[in-house]
């Protein structure tokens, strides 16, 4: 079965600065999508970015890039120039041949400003 | 503009009492999907439902059943309500088949006592 892991419970970065959260997954699939999302506290939980397995450019919409490292089954998102909205908590998660979501356990996000 | 709907954003219940949960999305969308979110765990998959009528278990159904007699609602019912199920609920659906993204609603925290 598969599995995804966030090793980081909280993270905290200063406005303005760079932040990186790290996610890894356990899967034996070879085509699978990844993804971050975003709960803010009014808990509405959005698509930050999506990366395909086969492709291998990361993926990347404005302030958010991942690192994709396919073969060490990683899955990081950078969040650059960080700001007050960044703050919430994110969610890696994996989609394969099961057709439902597997998610990590989260990662908080603090912004100090 | 996409929209996941959930009939209520806080619940409070007695243990024992029957709790039904509803989410309606108004996009056409065949897939809906309920989770459970708690603290440390992430989201954790309940039940979803491909179309009408139709449903399948998720990873932790015992506890609850679902109910999708139209397109556009999908009831998550908790029969006879326990402390252990105080949590987030969160509803979301996406179109047709293969991936598409999830659209989530803004969930509901229910609270047993």
């Known amino acids: 079965a598969q599995t995804v892991t966030q090793s980081q419970p909280e993270m905290s970065v200063q406005e303005a600065e760079t932040v990186t959260l790290s996610c890894t997954y356990d899967?034996?699939?070879?085509?699978?999508?990844l993804f971050w999302y975003k709960q803010p506290p009014s808990r509405q939980m959005i698509l930050v970015i999506r990366?395909?397995?086969?492709?291998?450019q990361n993926a990347t919409e404005n302030r958010f890039s991942v690192n994709f490292q396919k073969a060490a089954k990683s899955f990081s998102l950078k969040i650059s120039d960080s700001q007050l909205g960044d703050a919430a908590m994110y969610f890696c998660?994996?989609?394969?041949?099961?057709?439902?979501?597997?998610f990590g356990t989260g990662t908080l996000l603090a912004v100090q400003p | 503009d996409v929209k996941v709907t959930q009939s209520s954003r806080y619940l409070v219940k007695r243990t024992g009492e029957k709790v039904f949960l509803e989410c309606v999305q108004d996009?056409?969308?065949?897939?809906m999907f309920w989770y459970r979110q708690d603290p440390g765990l992430g989201l954790r998959l309940i039940y979803f439902?491909?179309?009408?009528?139709?449903?399948e278990k998720g990873d932790i159904p015992e506890g609850y059943s679902v109910s999708r007699e139209k397109k556009e609602r999908f009831s998550l019912i908790l029969e006879s309500a326990s402390t252990n199920q105080t949590s987030m609920y969160l509803c979301?659906?996406?179109?047709?088949?293969?991936?598409?993204?999830?659209?989530f609603g803004p969930g509901t925290r229910l609270t047993v006592t």
């Open positions: 439902s491909y179309d009408v009528k139709m449903k």
């Open positions: 998660a994996y989609w394969g041949a099961t057709n439902k979501l597997i």
């Open positions: 990366q395909e397995a086969y492709k291998q």
């Open positions: 996009m056409d969308h065949e897939n």
């Open positions: 979301a659906s996406f179109p047709g088949t293969g991936f598409y993204e999830q659209y």
């Open positions: 899967t034996s699939e070879s085509d699978y999508y």
